[in-house]
């Protein structure tokens, strides 16, 4: 199957705000948070980077991991009370990638 261009620029659009989380790892804001704060936030935009290779090559990992880098994203932004505009955009914007991406879920190759 060809990948559709929305598929296409969802990927691309995970690429670049893997570009722009990933330096926030290191951030005074995250490091004072708490000790394992700054881990756990790399672990999940390292999720966030796999699971758009895993879109970018149609498979159903890579929205299964989608999935669950949003809800432990948007857990952690809860528990540290990070719950700007920017987080209610975001969230706005995954939902609805996600509502397209599980349009294409039946299509998507189920092997590794």
């Not at 790892?25 to 966030?48: D, E, Q, W």
């Amino acid at each position: 199957m060809k990948r559709p261009t929305i598929i296409s620029i969802i990927c691309i659009f995970g690429f670049l705000s893997v570009l722009y989380t990933f330096p926030q790892v290191f951030s005074p804001g995250i490091k004072k948070l708490g000790l394992f704060v700054p881990a756990l936030y790399g672990i999940l935009v390292a999720g966030s980077f796999i699971a758009c290779v895993g879109l970018w090559y149609l498979k159903r990992w890579g929205l299964q991991l989608y999935l669950m880098t949003f809800f432990a994203k948007v857990l952690f932004n809860l528990i540290n009370e990070q719950t700007g505009v920017a987080f209610y955009i975001n969230t706005l914007i995954s939902i609805t990638f996600i509502i397209v991406l599980l349009r294409y879920y039946p299509k998507m190759k189920p092997n590794l």
